[in-house]
């Protein structure tokens, strides 16, 4: 399923050379177009339907992509980062398997889309220090900061083996890129306050006081075998909790020990622990912390909701999704990281994203395999 996605697109990966950051910029549309909107699913769903998004005259948009992250800026634009990216005009990406990049994405103004980063591994943020199919930056979650920049959490892997998303990949420490939220050029990119692996960032939220640094592994190439025994299970089920003062991604953070809040992160205790991987996306609406989390990653069939009053909870299930009729082919086809965005619709709404992928012979031909899907269901009382 993804998991021999992920190995075949490493061997993709191989065809990448230049290393050189760039920002790509759409043509202007109409002025009603880019009227800031926090969109629906539904109006998402028919965008990611066509590829193509944010192309220019000189520049091929968004064909395919996956583990989208989705960064609220000021003036109601979104910054969107994805793991791996393709840059294609068409749903057929056999011919332009070298149109690829980590953490590249875009920036969405409404209905209006623009390029960052670009095709032959020019990323967003770290190209100077990735060599591909050993080393390697993927985006986490991030927020504005105290001083005004966004901060953007990233997992720095690595595989000895030069076969990038495969089998002996591990995140091997924590950074953070600071990023101008009007020119969106990175200011600063270092290791993170905890550089730890247990990757402090995958998910963040704020309330008035602090911000909250969810935590998880990610180990998900450590066996080889094909089913969630890849998955490390000494730490792929938990996510553990830490918090600095509101905006203050530079401070060192204290972690949450099941009790009460400390300076010992070895102490910090798992906030909640299910299944096989427990990858934890956090928002906070009103008063209410709600929790989606698609159950055992690409090998799982259902996107589980939870709710809190606190950060660290208690957590409550408060529905289960079943989402293995919306994979997008039978048998070889899966979905994966279930994502919040950082808004409510018109409507009211929490909007979900969904990553889809599957063997890399049938997305090559058809890239709306590899796209995200997008639902709209009601905030937890």
Known sequence: MVGRRARALAAVLVLLGSLVALQGRDTPPAEAACTPANLSATKLNSIFAQPGVGRTATARGFGGGDYQRVYALPGGRNLWLFQDMFFSNDNDLRDSLEEAAHNAGLVQTGTCWSLVGGPRMRNFIGSSLTTPLSRWFWPMDGEIGADGMLW????????????????????????????????????????????????YGWSVVSDANYSYLYGHCYRQFVNPVDGVGQFDAGCMPSSYLARVPRGRFDVAPTYWNGTRWTTNRNGAAAVMTRGHANPMDVQRFGNVYVNVTKIDDWWGLTIHVDRASRPEGPWTQVRAIDVFGLRRCAGECGNYHAQLMPYLSGNGRMVVSLSNGGRLDLWQRNAYLYRPGFLALPVPD
Not at 154 to 162: K, T
Not at 172 to 179: E, G, I, K, L, M
């Open 152 to 199: 953007i959490f990233v997992a720095e892997m690595r595989n000895p083996n030069g076969t990038g998303a495969a089998w002996g990949a591990r995140p091997v420490a924590t950074w953070v890129a600071r990023v101008n939220p009007t020119t969106l050029q990175v200011i600063s990119f270092t290791q993170a306050s905890n550089a730890g692996t247990r990757l």
